[in-house]
């Protein structure tokens, strides 16, 4: 693709968490569309004769690389300067794959290149970022930052060019959109102050302080205030940035890493005059569609569900903005559920993104990995079945078969995978490590301990009844996409023979306790009827189905027509009401809240966004 190179600034060794700035001047001398392609490890930012013109996350693999293609047109003169910042992470986290150093960009009018990167480039190492600092905000998210507006900045240097020989893929979704500064309720404290911005938002840090001495300001962020302030350290997590002032004024914002809250707290020894200091929203464009409800608690819940959305899409779907910006397959699940029926046009080009992502997570046993990309190798089986699922429903709300053309491969090998691991019992026992046998956020189906497995571990195997009966449900869903039928009735008999216990289905061969999601998912593969339906709404020792599982639940008494709708709709009310009450704008992760996970609960999940479906079909 044209004579543009994967480059890097001219330094013997990689920095893992380092900062490089790139500069290629070029000229405009006749009307026409002025493009900038651009593709990286890790993430950039394009300025534009000093104008932020581009931004994101290369949230892609080694071995599949994206490329964003930005009309620059509106900021171009005769004469222009463009500069590329890439923050190259250069550590493994559950988001990004490190591999090595580079950028590749190329500046082109009506097709014809004014601009691109090679080793005439110049470029330097940003000395004013605090390069290999890798402080921690969560193991998942992977690096915070400090940023020095005191040092006098490095000098430019001829660039490397760097072997990095791939097939590069234009990312077919749309460039995210910086939106206008929200405003902001500032309480002043001893040594800082609190910033209230009124609701959830996920975007970059801005700031527009004046201080009266030269001083390092640590910035903490959250989604809740506690004890006055922004709950900072939670175990081993810390959620906050750091800035070096100047004495005098200091602006500048971070258009790389993306943080979330609805709260800044600002810890500083000297004083400081804040003009602004707030999270610039960064959103995903999509219009969306009209929707009215006359019962007014529901249409907060649909508005609120709406919102929750659009915080957790970015590059691609996110589990939540806060915490982890992750995207897994069964939370996008739900997500895009939502998305068939919210956005414009359904939000076709988005959901197909993001499932040829998750693909490319594939790994060599069949599964896919924990989410996508990640560098961590921790497959969720149950997860893998859903995406049969989620797959089945893009070609249902989209009409678009061509979608298998890019994913029909890995669901045979993710069901070739469940298959083949059938034993002589008849049913699919448990994965050993590195699988993570995780279904929900509830007792007996986290199974959370599985975390700390190592492969010299002995395994210790059971048979849960979750990841049996998801594998009969999605194989309907298999067949209808692939036109290949299997004979599930023996494999059925068996699941009944081994978990039915006196008008239930248990969760394991290894325990007597039950579930809502068991029985629901029961249900939608046939192995129940109305009365199991009816236990599961009434039987005080069924374990509750999490935020996360509701759908399931709905879809299983949806079976039964008509009959239940009262019931769902009530539910909804109370449990998505309950947290607007709590004063939520978007929706939380579990309904204990910011409580749960030892205080490290997420106050914006996009899995809790639900509702806006099953408003759309029950009304």
């Not at 709260?263 to 960064?282: Q, T």
Request: aromatic share 12%.
């Amino acid at each position: 693709m044209n004579n543009a190179k994967w480059i890097w600034i001219n330094k013997e060794s990689e920095i893992i968490d380092s900062y490089a700035e790139f500069i290629a001047p070029f000229a405009v001398s006749n009307i026409g569309a002025v493009h900038l392609q651009i593709a990286c490890d890790g993430i950039y930012a394009a300025y534009l004769n000093d104008t932020l013109v581009a931004f994101s996350q290369c949230a892609d693999f080694p071995q599949y690389k994206f490329y964003d293609e930005t009309d620059i047109s509106a900021n171009c003169r005769k004469q222009n300067e463009l500069k590329i910042v890439v923050w190259h992470l250069g550590e493994d986290s559950q988001v990004y794959i490190d591999d090595t150093a580079g950028v590749w960009f190329c500046v082109t009018l009506n097709g014809d290149t004014l601009a691109c990167s090679n080793k005439n480039t110049l470029s330097r190492q940003m000395n004013e970022y605090r390069n290999g600092y890798r402080k921690i905000i969560t193991e998942q998210l992977g690096f915070s930052f400090l940023y020095d507006n005191t040092i006098e900045k490095s000098t430019y240097s001829e660039s490397v060019e760097i072997n990095k020989p791939y097939d590069l893929h234009k990312r077919a979704i749309k460039p995210l959109l910086l939106e206008s500064r929200l405003s902001m309720e500032i309480l002043r404290r001893e040594n800082g102050m609190l910033i209230d911005l009124g609701k959830e938002v996920a975007g970059f840090l801005e700031l527009d302080i004046d201080s009266e001495a030269t001083q390092k300001l640590t910035i903490c962020y959250g989604e809740h205030s506690a004890d006055g302030g922004v709950r900072r350290k939670i175990a081993n997590r810390d959620f906050s940035v750091e800035f070096v002032c100047k004495k005098g004024a200091n602006r500048y914002m971070n258009p790389l890493r993306r943080i979330a809250g609805r709260y800044l707290e600002i810890i500083s020894d000297a004083r400081i005059e804040v003009n602004y200091a707030g999270i610039r929203p960064v959103m995903y464009p999509i219009a969306e569609v009209p929707f009215s409800l006359e019962d007014k608690t529901l249409q907060r819940i649909y508005d609120s569900s709406v919102y929750t959305l659009r915080c957790c899409m970015h590059e691609h779907y996110e589990d939540c903005p806060w915490r982890e910006q992750a995207l897994y397959t069964m939370d996008s699940r739900n997500q895009m559920l939502c998305g068939y029926f919210a956005f414009e046009n359904g939000n076709r080009a988005y959901a197909r993104h993001n499932l040829i992502l998750i693909s490319k997570s594939l790994r060599m046993d069949g599964l896919l990995n924990i989410c996508a990309p990640s560098g961590f190798e921790i497959p969720i089986p149950f997860f893998s079945l859903v995406y049969i699922l989620q797959v089945y429903e893009y070609v249902r709300y989209t009409n678009d078969k061509t979608i298998l053309d890019d994913v029909g491969d890995v669901l045979e090998k993710i069901v070739q995978a469940f298959t083949d691991r059938i034993d002589a019992s008849g049913l699919i026992p448990s994965f050993p490590y590195p699988c993570w046998n995780f279904y929900e956020w509830a007792e007996e189906s986290n199974n959370e301990w599985q975390l700390g497995r190592k492969p010299t571990d002995e395994y210790i195997g059971s048979y849960d009844f979750i990841l049996n009966c998801m594998y009969i449900y999605a194989l309907e869903f298999y067949a209808k996409l692939m036109g290949k039928k299997r004979d599930l009735q023996k494999m059925s008999d068996v699941v009944r023979k081994t978990f039915y216990r006196g008008g239930v289905f248990v969760l394991s061969s290894a325990t007597e306790k039950y579930s809502q999601l068991g029985n629901a998912l029961a249900l939608l593969a046939g192995l129940g009827d109305e009365q199991l339906a009816e236990r599961m709404l009434s039987d005080s020792d069924m374990i509750s189905a999490t935020l996360s599982m509701k759908a399931f639940v709905y879809d299983a008494l949806l079976l039964f027509g008509g009959k239940y709708r009262e019931y769902i709709l009530q539910e909804i009310r109370e449990t998505y009401g309950n947290m607007l009450q709590a004063g939520a704008t978007t929706f939380w992760e579990t309904e204990k809240g910011e409580a749960d996970f030892g205080g490290a609960g997420s106050l914006c999940h996009g899995w809790s966004a639900i509702p806006v479906y099953y408003l759309h079909i029950l009304f």
